[in-house]
């Protein structure tokens, strides 16, 4: 009981820094995803999420795209993967602009007692719709660490922080940073429905976005 508070005081304290950083501009949205993976023989696995995202208070659809990758996991704590992400973003004006991009991921995990921890580095580049967009840059590195456990009985917590640095002109320049935190919960074997909160901020730049999002998500597996 008494790490499950020290978890759910850490998600707290990161949630009330992010909301004490002054902003020139909040925004509100929602990501509604859907997750499907297939595990292959041995240590592959295959997945595809699409997903609809939404700005502007909720009242504007502002991403419709869908995430196509695989996996392996090459050791216990070990696992490498990539994705690829077609879709359409929509500008202000109504008019849909056509997005891709590649991801490529190398991640980390250990469990400590009862929690695990996992470390996430990305590469990935793409085709960005406009420079409205503080999620995806043609081409950026990510770092990501996270750690999730279990609080219910069929429930689990996660909380994740990541940095965005978009490469370019031979420098690594911090455009964004995270914060994530999700409720899953299993409902049928091997059908999980999950709901979290996010919050992303820009840096460096005059008129920074400050974006707060509500995550809803299924997940599916099959063998």
């Not at 455009?175 to 091997?190: H, W």
């Not at 400050?210 to 597996?221: A, D």
Request: proline share 1%; glycine share 6%; with cysteine.
């Amino acid at each position: 009981m008494i790490r499950t508070s020290l978890f759910v005081l850490v998600v707290l304290l990161s949630f009330c820094f992010a909301k004490q950083v002054h902003a020139q501009y909040h925004d509100f949205g929602t990501w509604t995803s859907i997750g499907l993976k297939q595990n292959l023989k041995g240590p592959f696995e295959i997945g595809l999420e699409p997903q609809w995202r939404t700005d502007q208070g909720a009242t504007r659809t502002a991403d419709v795209i869908f995430d196509l990758g695989g996996s392996w996991k090459a050791k216990k704590w070990l696992s490498f993967s990539s994705t690829y992400r077609f879709g359409w973003q929509y500008q202000l004006d109504g008019f849909a602009e056509l997005r891709q991009r590649m991801a490529f991921d190398v991640k980390f995990d250990r469990d400590w007692r009862e929690t695990k921890f996992d470390f996430r580095v990305r590469y990935q580049s793409g085709r960005v719709a406009s420079t409205e967009s503080f999620i995806d840059f043609r081409r950026a590195f990510r770092a990501k660490l996270g750690a999730s456990r279990k609080v219910f009985k069929k429930t689990q917590a996660s909380f994740a922080c990541e940095t965005f640095f978009a490469a370019g002109e031979g420098t690594n320049e911090l455009t964004d940073t995270r914060f994530k935190f999700e409720l899953e919960r299993k409902i049928k074997k091997r059908r999980y429905v999950s709901v979290g909160y996010q919050f992303q901020n820009e840096w460096n730049t005059a008129n920074p976005m400050f974006e707060h999002v509500l995550l809803l998500n299924f997940k599916m597996e099959f063998k």
